[in-house]
């Protein structure tokens, strides 16, 4: 199996690095970043790509795009783990719908194609047989999209609540557990890697809203955007408040819900008893489906990470290769 | 496709109330119970089954044995819901094998063929070109099988820690909620119906010690059994030190643990944290499965439950049949 990788970042090196640590059959035949490119149609070496990305930080040639490799590289399946842009989806967009119109496969784990065009490139990607998978949008090193496809098949999800976004759970985690104020605690969390400079996206809920979006168009086949989802974040939450919830035996957490009976798609700050299944600690995500036939199932795990994302998309290149591998 | 339904207890009347109700294109040529059986290649009426059964006891002619319709009933998958028989694995172990042999696949709830010969069946299952799926066998509706084999492909399992017997989870918050002894718990129990009239097999820590070997044989390819599996159950747990452990913040659960590079295949009460993953209420089951790439992922949801193993049941014959239906 060959496949490319756009992006060249955390997620784009810790899928190098998986690829050349574990002989899963996957060969890299091009890589790009947003500044160079490499195609070998015989397999590039991932141990010295690596090498230059880290002493030079381009991945090769100066001359060869993103496109020149999804045009140009011999491949079957893309990877694309270039940063989200939320409002536009570009330049994923276009490198996504130039390999499915090729007849390649896609795995990605950039949120701005799937949260604006789901339905699109899943058209399109059944009009050219081939398959878009997303695992990786979607918290993280949870395989939630494998849960919902195949582990609960035969099952009809009625709703489903989450803890999203690692960064709002660990301000709420430190807060409750040391009495830090919102601002301290969010301090820390850029101190620990775990905030942007700018936190707008993470702590006024935006980030959750979209992979709410992600998942509620998954289940339900809806198309929904971000204006659809009510969003409320964490930066108004007192330690105050918090304190009193810790008092009777509850906390607060960030809670995406997406109820379709009740016309509810939400993300907002939520009281939850200690023990509740969505009442994780530190940067952890947990994703409650409530079904038909299983109940309630709830999925916990690492929410972000190099090398748990790249969990995910090896996840997705795997299941390709064992559903479509099969017939050829 | 067709299926063929061995034991009309709790579990087969659900499979069979849960093809009934969803349209699932699964048509059922063959059921039996201890005393009846009935085979109609045509397809059977469920809804006049399961009448008959409520209101006679029997689901068909007392002159139709279960090997009757293994060997007669035109099916593509058995369904093999029979109560467990832990120590021989019979008369199951024999109708799986009878259908493997046939060339048909298998499903099944049930421990005792999977505890005492997973490789060998898994092995017969190959030469045939067909399958055996036992999902259901352990943590009722959480889809734990397809996780590791789907979900969680390309990682490594390290160890996994699991709470995997409902009755012994529930026992246990009753105590540390309501202040009841372990008699008093138990008794609820019962009363409940979370716990048989005899409940060795549970309090002891046997069955959860039986789903453990289940797990780590499926992870690790190992040929362990039951007497490789350190056992302590919870009937030795005392108030006093469940509270002593509350009053900390912790408190107790029967937690079944596997990690092969420490050498430990382990069911023992243990002191957790009260917002550990682990810590679940009531008769809920959880798993946590350490990964290499994906770190530690945990699953919880209902451990038992006539409709929720139909659920697992479900979701086995719907990855049969994308998975051997595509090439036919």
Known sequence: MKVAILGMGS????????????DLGVMVTGVADSRSGLIDPDGINIGALLATKRSTGLCGSAGITAMDVVRGAPYDILIEVTPTDAVSGEPALTHIRTALTMGRHVVTSNKGPIVHALHALRSLAASKGTSIRYEATVAGAIPIMHTLADGLAGNEVLALYGVLNGTCNYILTRMAAEGLTYEQALLEAREMGYAEADPTYDVKGIDAAIKLVILANTIWGTSS??????????DLVTLDALQLAEDQGC??????????????????????????????????????????????ITLMGKGAGSVETASAIIGDLLAIRSRYGRCD
């Open 251 to 296: 906390t607060i957490r960030l809670i995406a819900e997406a109820d379709p009976s009740n016309r509810i798609l939400r993300v907002s700050p939520r009281i939850l008893r200690s023990r509740h299944p969505l009442v994780t600690e530190g940067t952890l995500n947990a994703i409650t489906l409530v079904t038909d036939l299983a109940g309630e």
């Open 11 to 22: 997620v784009g090196k810790g899928v190098a690095s998986v690829l050349s640590s574990k």
């Open 225 to 234: 955007c971000l204006k659809d989802v009510e969003v409320r974040g964490i």
